[in-house]
């Protein structure tokens, strides 16, 4: 090999390794400080696009868990009230009972009238006061099944419908088509229609004696009960072909819907309904009663008692709502903990093999180092020449 002092050829394959282990070391160093082995798309570029998809659904999925969280808080904000208004109704229970014997006067009546009334009071200014994030609670929350204008509930005595659940249900009218005796039973609203086959469940073409069962149109998002008599032979069972023509209106309210998935999808979406539940409400329909006679405070027995049965059927559906939406957390939260695991497997650094690789990188860039000079020293020798 030709001795040259222009262009030293070792010193310049030398630098070239100095450079590519450099780089290396600060490759290392900077994975080593991060935590992570993808910091730029040209450390992975396949390896990010996956990452970036898992991060972003991460996220979403954490929003959906603080939605149901704040859900499942506003659920208990409204049925913190209904529990003091059940209260409230036993002792108007205990009022109107008082006041249906004949061990008190007119006068005594007056005096329980007064507590009477105010109480009724008291569960109106509850139902107005009871509110989330400004938004009230008893007074109307959500869609509602229209019991006036749906007359597969008006004509319950015929079509032995008892119960009617919603999930996620857009405000509309809903007809049913049932043709006798086929075993079908189809629900739609012109848009999206469902057809069950009932046959299953029906004791030949009618629902048992003494049972119920559960219609479900889960692509609609609502739930029917039919009921069948209580006795043999009695009223208010369902026979196929009963509800053909037969609606069920959804009125339209405002708010009830929490978003607890990530797509816009009636699945990804929980809607609840809380009816009207002031005392001078429909619902209740404690506006006219009244305890000031024996008369009155008698049939206010009966309507306090039914107005007790819907304040627990509203505190049990909040209930069953708020289970579901613990379920949906914690569902949610083995969703984050997985796609994290997978996002991780991608992106993080193994500490190990890149402590590894750095010690491997400072020990060539010093091995690197200590030849330059070696390098240059050949060069240095062609001054003895001279």
Not at 88 to 96: F, N
Not at 202 to 212: E, K, P
Request: charge should be negative; aromatic fraction near 4%.
């Amino acid at each position: 090999m030709p001795l040259r002092v222009n262009n030293s050829i070792a010193a310049i394959n030398t630098q070239r390794s100095i450079s590519r282990n450099v780089n290396i070391l600060d490759r290392q160093l900077e994975r080593l400080s991060s935590g992570l082995r993808v910091n730029r798309a040209s450390d992975d570029a396949s390896g990010l696009v996956v990452s970036e998809g898992l991060r972003s659904e991460v996220a979403r999925l954490g929003q959906n868990v603080r939605n149901a969280q704040q859900g499942s808080d506003l659920l208990q904000v409204a049925e913190g009230s209904l529990q003091e208004v059940n209260n409230m109704l036993v002792r108007m229970k205990e009022l109107a009972i008082q006041s249906s014997s004949s061990t008190i006067n007119d006068s005594n009546r007056e005096s329980v009238a007064a507590e009477f009334n105010q109480l009724v009071s008291e569960i109106d200014r509850i139902a107005e006061a009871t509110t989330y994030n400004n938004a009230n609670l008893l007074s109307g929350f959500g869609n509602q099944v229209s019991a006036a204008a749906s007359t597969a509930v008006t004509s319950s005595a015929t079509t032995g419908v008892t119960r009617i659940n919603i999930s996620a249900v857009q405000a509309g009218t809903f007809t049913f088509s049932d043709t006798a005796a086929d075993g079908a039973l189809t629900l739609g609203d012109g848009t999206v229609t469902q057809t069950l086959n009932m046959g299953t469940l029906l004791d030949g073409t009618i629902v048992a004696t003494g049972t119920s069962v559960v219609a479900n149109f889960d692509r609609l998002g609502i739930q029917v009960t039919l009921s069948g008599a209580a006795t043999q032979g009695a009223t208010g069972d369902y026979t196929d072909g009963e509800l053909d023509g037969q609606t069920i209106v959804i009125e339209g309210g405002t708010g009830g819907s929490f978003q607890v998935g990530p797509d816009d999808t009636f699945f990804n979406r929980l809607e609840v309904g809380i009816p009207d539940l002031r005392a001078t409400g429909v619902a209740l329909n404690l506006g006219g009663t009244s305890v000031d006679s024996i008369s009155s405070a008698r049939q206010a027995i009966s309507t306090i008692d039914q107005a007790t049965s819907t304040i627990s059927a509203a505190r049990g559906d909040l209930g069953a709502v708020q289970n579901r939406l613990n379920f949906s957390i914690a569902f949610t939260e083995v969703e984050i903990e997985n796609i994290s695991a997978s996002d991780a497997t991608i992106r993080d650094a193994d500490i190990a093999a890149e402590v590894t690789q750095f010690s491997r990188a400072q020990i060539l860039v010093s091995a690197s180092n200590a030849m330059l000079v070696q390098a240059n020293v050949s060069s240095v020798s062609a001054l003895s020449l001279l």
